[in-house]
């Protein structure tokens, strides 16, 4: 198999064409996705040419304007749906700035809303959200490893192993991990 068969199959690949499908179905310039967006035009045209791969923080803008989650559009990415997902056939999807990791663990499924996704941070790690996917969308927290401050509509809310918090987005958030100790967590969406 040669290169640019391997490019064409990859995760990064198949999110750059589900972005331009999306953005051609409603007959949206690139100028409206970025007014929309707030990511530059150029950059959304280096994205759908699959030139680079966006940022956990550019795809949920990205997100935001076609008012998808990223698990949505992760499931949009995806082909068919089949109830049982072993965990070596679930979609990891890295950052590339932050080395942010995100596992869809729901099988991808079209028809259905709740999602559950596993995420990694690396110890010192920074991710700030404008605004969420969809508003009042309802998620629920929950720590496996490590140490987290959520930042939720103003507030900060310290997270441990073993906690749980639940809310709904309907303004920016932020996740934080210390400089000694990474985040590994479940979110739950609904």
Known sequence: MEQDDLFSESIERRIAQRIRSLRTERQWPLEELSSRSGVSRATLSRIENGEV???AAVLCKICGAFELTLSRLMVLVEEGFAPHLPRDGQLLWTDPETGYQRRAVSPPAPGLSGEVVESTLR???RIAYDRPPRPGLEHHLVMLDGALTLTVDGIRHRLAAGDCLRYRLHGE????TPANSGARY???MV
Do not use: R
């Not at 958030?173 to 934080?176: G, P």
């Open 173 to 176: 958030s932020l996740f934080e």
């Open 186 to 188: 479940y979110l739950f």
């Open 123 to 125: 110890p010192g790690t």
């Open 53 to 55: 791969s966006p940022t």
